[in-house]
């Protein structure tokens, strides 16, 4: 009888406007096109992982702030979860910012403020890893905020003694060549495979340019 390999589960944590801003770094997208289901079963394919839940966490602007991407998160978060993703949404406000340039004069911009995020998905992570639930979380996400996350995960693993792993996956090119989250493993994710894994729906108002 063949010994078969023991079964690796994993949970895909998105940080969806971490990747965003990510790609458009890396790859120079101006839009949202990942496809969070399919990146997740790539990336565990290719690990010998079984994907067990997908998770999706993003900010969303108000539509008195910002129409265009209001309804271009809405309409995906909604998609998302007709494909069985969990979706979690939290209100992006956008407020004025000035910063000093060197020159000494002084720049004002819209920044938008996406508070709770990292707070929800580092809850969400420590409550599945307590319930047994994974034995691999990976974060689609470069946030050094999440850096605890892995701590107390090395602790419950400890505590339950088993193996659990953190990784953070990240898109990645050489004209941006940036770190994964400290103290998690890093998965790379390159061009090539990141255009295998689109989302093929266009969410964007069809009213825009």
Known sequence: ?????????????????????????????????????LLAARVCADHGWQLQQ??????????AD???????????????????????????????????LPDGTEHSFLDGDEKGIDVRISLDVIRLAL????????????????TEVADEIRLIAKEQDRWIKVASAFPHSPAFRVRGIDKTDWIKLDRQLYDQCLDKRDYRPKSAP
């Open 1 to 37: 009888m063949t010994d078969q390999l023991p079964l690796i589960r994993a949970v895909a944590f998105f940080d969806g406007q971490n990747l965003f801003h990510s790609a458009k770094q890396a790859f120079g997208y101006t839009w949202p096109n990942f496809n969070p289901k």
């Open 54 to 63: 997908t998770r999706f966490y993003t900010g969303v602007p108000d539509a």
């Open 66 to 100: 910002k129409p265009f991407w209001n309804h271009f998160w809405n309409a995906k978060a909604a998609q998302m979860g007709r494909e069985g993703v969990y979706v979690f949404t939290r209100p992006l406000r956008y407020r004025n910012k000035i910063v000093r």
């Open 131 to 146: 319930k047994r639930e994974f034995d691999v979380a990976i974060l689609f996400c470069r946030d050094q905020d999440l």
